[in-house]
């Protein structure tokens, strides 16, 4: 029988979200679909109105340290 990883303690879950690299693919996706499906248009415009491309990248920077912390990765 084979052990079930125990999310949430240590850096369980961040190695299961493919450690920094899973993370921050995982936080591109999301700014790319949110920036292209036409569904989440309203939110985008709101979160990007004022945001410049740079500041975007920023951002994006950002989520994907605070996930990697989140999730138990290095700080």
């Given at each position: 029988?084979?052990?079930?990883?125990r999310?949430?303690?240590?850096?369980?879950?961040?190695?299961?979200?493919?450690?920094?690299?899973?993370?921050?693919?995982?936080?591109?996706?999301?700014?790319?679909?949110?920036?292209?499906?036409p569904?989440?248009?309203?939110?985008?415009?709101?979160?990007?109105a004022?945001?410049?491309?740079?500041?975007?990248?920023?951002?994006?920077?950002?989520?994907?340290?605070?996930l990697?912390?989140?999730?138990?990765?290095?700080?």
């Open positions: 029988m084979t052990t079930r990883p999310y949430g303690f240590e850096d369980t879950t961040y190695r299961a979200a493919g450690g920094t690299a899973g993370i921050v693919r995982l936080v591109d996706a999301f700014y790319r679909i949110m920036s292209t499906d569904a989440y248009a309203p939110i985008w415009h709101w979160h990007s004022s945001a410049q491309p740079d500041m975007l990248a920023d951002t994006a920077d950002r989520l994907s340290s605070f990697i912390g989140w999730m138990g990765g290095p700080r």
